[in-house]
């Protein structure tokens, strides 16, 4: 029985998607529940799996293309694949197919970043070692992956040319290019961040904080609070608390423009930027007054297994009032980051240092933080901003201001 295979429907926010990858080819047998595509939207991978055990008789859409909310993407013949007519198969229209989708034994137990890697490197993921859990394979064993060894081993033995008898590295004046198109997430951060900077009055003010307050308190406490919560505490934890004080504090930086109108926000959900795979993405702490120090730690650490393995939804990322972003993890000392509209103000942490820092007419060695506020001059002034600023560092250098109320 021949079943169309439709795309998923799109959030309101997503308009349209692209087909990413086809991990099965026409007339290959396909099992009910495994992935047989990818689409691609601008803040999340869908996957579309097979209604059925069968075989996929024929690709409407192929990679690259655009698929609108519940548009057919493809023809599936329900039943045995050993039923399927040969000559059906034979007839069916080709459609282009990724190399990654040759195997499909190990195409379904790669995670989304993996399988499009692949694709967009154009290897066969039989000719990659894996070295993850049961062996498979990781986004670092598909990056480290020399593919000109396969070619090697499986170019014929005949006499080469004198040209290309040279190798490659040694080839004078080589210079090599390699032209990709932008991952339609790629696409919207580049637009978000430029209409970001084009329509807003953006200002950055800075601070720094001493962090060997929070750094003596983590240490004191950490293997207790692993061992009662399950989780480990970390610096995010005590800045989202402190940031979601300060939000209250000064309503203004937790508001938003729309039109002519301020709306201020009753309630505090704050975004944290996470690198991932394919972008950055920024993953919604909903209610944070409500969240504990455990709370947010679980959470802050299933988004970013989320991030890494491509399942961060739709509803994970929408909404949002006040952004955190971490530029330290990577060693960033100090930058200016960029608002996330509609909202007014992004926190940048960054690199703790020891430096030479002047306490009570000495010179001390002390683990500082550089901070960074970027406000929507528009709306935020700079003695609310600078204010602000100053509020999270003294909750973060006196962590018991946080539990008095103070």
Not at 46 to 68: F, H, M, R
Not at 115 to 132: L, S
Not at 374 to 398: N, P, Q
Request: hydrophobic share 45%; proline share 6%.
């Amino acid at each position: 029985m021949a079943v169309e295979i439709k795309a998923p429907v799109f959030p309101e926010s997503v308009a349209d998607g692209t087909v990413a990858a086809w991990h099965k080819k026409v007339g290959e047998a396909v099992k009910r529940d495994e992935v047989i595509a990818d689409i691609e939207t601008d803040k999340v991978v869908l996957e579309v799996v097979a209604p059925a055990d069968g075989v996929l008789s024929s690709i409407v859409k192929a990679e690259g293309e655009t698929v609108l909310s519940n548009e057919v993407l493809a023809i599936f013949e329900a039943g045995s694949a050993a039923a399927a007519p040969v000559a059906d198969v034979a007839a069916a229209p080709a459609a282009p197919v990724p190399v990654a989708a040759s195997t499909a034994s190990s195409s379904t137990d790669q995670s989304p970043a993996v399988r499009k890697a692949v694709v967009e490197q154009g290897i066969n993921p039989a000719d990659v070692q894996g070295t993850g859990r049961g062996g498979r394979i990781t986004k670092e064993d598909v990056a480290n992956h020399s593919p000109a060894s396969v070619a090697s081993a499986a170019a014929p033995s005949a006499p080469a040319s004198p040209a290309s008898a040279v190798p490659l590295s040694l080839a004078i004046g080589e210079r090599v290019e390699k032209r990709v198109p932008m991952t339609r997430l790629r696409k919207r951060v580049a637009e978000r961040l430029l209409s970001a900077s084009q329509e807003t009055a953006m200002l950055t003010t800075f601070n720094e904080v001493n962090m060997k307050p929070l750094m003596d308190m983590r240490k004191n406490y950490q293997e207790r609070f692993e061992k009662r919560h399950g989780v480990r505490l970390g610096f995010m934890s005590m800045f989202v608390k402190a940031a979601t004080e300060a939000l209250k504090r000064f309503p203004a930086v937790n508001a938003s423009i729309s039109g002519d109108d301020i709306v201020y926000h009753g309630y505090y959900d704050i975004g944290v930027a996470v690198s991932s795979d394919r972008g950055l993405v920024v993953p919604v702490l909903r209610d944070t007054d409500r969240l504990n120090l455990a709370e947010t730690e679980k959470t802050i650490m299933e988004y970013g297994k989320k991030a890494r393995d491509g399942k961060l939804g739709i509803e994970d990322m929408t909404g949002g009032t006040f952004t955190i972003s971490n530029g330290g993890v990577f060693g960033s000392l100090l930058s200016t980051p960029i608002l996330n509209p509609p909202q007014t103000a992004i926190l940048g942490m960054h690199k703790i240092q020891d430096r030479p820092m002047a306490v009570n007419g000495q010179v001390v060695i002390l683990p500082m933080m550089y901070l960074a506020l970027s406000y929507d001059h528009r709306l935020i002034d700079g003695k609310e901003a600078v204010s602000f600023l100053v509020t999270i560092k003294d909750l973060i250098e006196d962590p018991a201001l946080l539990l008095l109320d103070l």
